[in-house]
């Protein structure tokens, strides 16, 4: 599909349609994302070691805040590019491309820098203690610190390809890294195999995310000429123009999220004043209380629903399309 067919979706298509096409592949997507967000703790509490499985609990409210941080370019971006492309801003669409996709990469390695330096202090803040603080360090030293950037880029990418209309591609981008991390946590947590518990963990969920990305670049050069996402140097000199509405988007966004942080880590901190049992039951609950959030049958206004068709909203903003 090229850069018209693109933009045809949304802005011929009738509504129903264009709603479902963008519905679909993301909601399947986010099945594939809720197995895989449960994945670590599943194969980490069969080891039926409590310290573990605590280990990834103090470890997951840094492991989310790479959402935000993703959603700060990814949510912003997406928004921006579709109103531009609503107007027929090709040009605008590059350059705001351009600019969310430097933006995720800067942050992400500036994350990752910060975590490295202040690991100690804030996995305690997140309720480490000297039974789990080793095994959440090893956890996050990959699914942060290493694999943060991929993570990152991973959902940055799906935002910025269903934007310009790929929600089948972005769906099969995340999927991708999903079921490999699926298949990867059995084979480096379980003693069975390689038996590295939760910072094997860590490394299936870091490989996974590499490949995910791996498998968003592939898309891109082989759509090279009919995508908007580039990293063109000469885009980036736009930056203080279209920075703004990016941010104006993808700022509450990110909000959002990283107080969704401070709830989960102040709860980890005070169930850390409990048995380590405790904390691990934290951490399985917290996965279980994702349920209502992505299943598709919540409610006709859930996550699930809205979330996705962001875009179609946005270019109709910018072609101002009568709705109907």
């Given at each position: ?119 100690d202090p804030v996995l305690h803040l997140c309720g480490a203690t000297e ?194």
């Amino acid at each position: 599909m090229n850069r018209k067919q693109n933009l045809e979706v949304f802005a011929k298509t009738p509504v129903r349609k264009a709603v479902l096409l963008q519905i679909v592949p993301a909601v399947a997507s986010q099945m594939v994302t809720l197995v895989y967000n449960l994945a670590d703790t599943y194969f980490v509490g069969m080891l039926n070691a409590p310290h573990e499985t605590a280990a990834v609990t103090v470890a997951y409210p840094s492991f989310l805040m790479l959402t935000a941080i993703s959603n700060l370019f990814g949510v912003g971006g997406a928004s921006a590019i579709a109103r531009a492309l609503g107007r027929q801003d090709e040009e605008g669409a590059r350059r705001i491309a351009a600019i969310s996709l430097a933006g995720g990469l800067l942050s992400a390695l500036l994350f990752s820098a910060a975590f490295r330096l202040l690991a100690d202090p804030v996995l305690h803040l997140c309720g480490a203690t000297e039974a789990t603080y080793a095994a959440a360090y090893g956890y996050a030293k990959w699914v942060v610190i290493l694999g943060g950037p991929f993570t990152i880029l991973n959902t940055l990418l799906a935002n910025l390809v269903r934007a310009e209309g790929g929600a089948g591609a972005a769906a099969f981008g995340v999927s991708f890294g999903g079921v490999l991390n699926i298949l990867l946590d059995p084979l480096f947590v379980l003693p069975q195999f390689l038996g590295l518990g939760a910072v094997g963990a860590g490394m299936a969920t870091a490989l996974s995310n590499g490949a995910a990305v791996a498998c968003f670049a592939v898309y891109l050069v082989r759509r090279r000429g009919a995508t908007y996402l580039n990293l063109l140097p000469a885009n980036l000199r736009y930056a203080a123009q279209y920075l703004r509405p990016i941010l104006a988007i993808g700022f509450p966004s990110a909000l959002q999220y990283a107080l969704t942080v401070v709830a989960t880590a102040a709860q980890a901190d005070f169930v850390s004043q409990y048995p380590t049992e405790a904390v691990a039951a934290l951490g399985i609950v917290k996965k279980l209380d994702q349920l209502p959030c992505i299943s598709p049958s919540v409610s006709p206004t859930d996550f699930c629903r809205c979330w996705p068709i962001t875009t179609l909203p946005g270019i109709t903003v910018g072609v101002r399309r009568p709705s109907g």
